[in-house]
């Protein structure tokens, strides 16, 4: 099959499907029957994006530390990683510590798209 043969079925294809196979290149790596992916390495980070706004970093600090799982004592006053004392750190260190402790997936690194693997 020739690469202008394969053009032409996909002008008829419908644009769901389309749709679709757009997303599913785009987002491969996800499961879409419910399985969450487990990252495997012990060295990823879940970050907070520079550039999110302070309302955003301050909800998902509130959000992160109101869990069980999640210890926010080290980053309270004089506490050991209180240093560099801003949101942004702070958020980081929790959304690490909220990965970390809540299965280490994607969907564990969301926060509505403020922070990074």
């Given at each position: ?32 029957v419910g ?31 109101s869990q ?22 702070h958020d ?26």
């Amino acid at each position: 099959m020739n690469s202008n043969s394969i053009a032409g079925e996909m002008d008829t294809l419908p644009n769901e499907v389309m749709m679709l196979a757009l997303i599913l290149l785009r987002y491969g790596r996800r499961s879409y029957v419910g399985e969450m992916d487990t990252l495997p390495n012990e060295k990823t980070w879940c970050v907070a994006k520079g550039g999110t706004s302070g309302d955003v970093l301050q909800s998902n600090l509130d959000f992160a530390c109101s869990q069980d799982k999640v210890d926010c004592e080290p980053i309270q006053s004089s506490a050991p990683c209180i240093l560099p004392d801003d949101v942004i750190n702070h958020d980081s260190y929790t959304m690490n510590s909220y990965f970390h402790n809540y299965g280490k997936t994607y969907e564990s690194c969301n926060f509505r798209g403020s922070v990074s693997l």
